[in-house]
Nanobody, 127 residues
């Protein structure tokens, strides 16, 4: 699976952006998908995840209520809608794919649970 993230850019605090992650291959619908982010000097951190069937979604506490993850398996694409953005949301955002299939949410929060990663897209939120 190859992943291509897009949609990053510069936005003012309180604004919105939608990230997209297009996947190659016909097996996209089998994969659980996640979004992570990495700010300068920080470790990569979990943002949101969605199961293959889109039956479950998971969010970091820092984005809960502001960000929404969704997927369109017909278009091989996963999205991250980001609203009410804050300067601390500034980071490079990465999409990832993995065959996690776990009932415990904690598995989705771990970078090691994902096998494929996109190249990242930069999001900058100005105050």
């Amino acid at each position: 699976v190859q992943l291509q993230a897009s949609g990053g850019g510069l936005v003012q605090a309180g604004g919105s952006l939608r990230l997209s992650c297009a996947a190659s291959g016909r097996t996209f619908s089998f994969y659980d998908m996640g979004w992570f982010r990495q700010a300068p000097g920080n470790e990569r951190e979990f943002v949101a995840a969605i199961t293959a069937s889109a039956g479950n979604t998971y969010y970091a506490d820092s984005v809960k209520g502001r960000f929404t993850i969704s997927r369109d398996n017909a278009k091989n694409t996963v999205y991250l809608q980001m609203n009410s953005m804050k300067p601390e949301d500034t980071a490079v955002y990465y999409c990832a794919a993995g065959l996690i299939g776990a009932y415990s949410p904690s598995h989705y929060y771990r970078t090691g649970s994902y096998d494929y990663w996109g190249q990242g897209t930069l999001v900058t939120v100005s105050s």
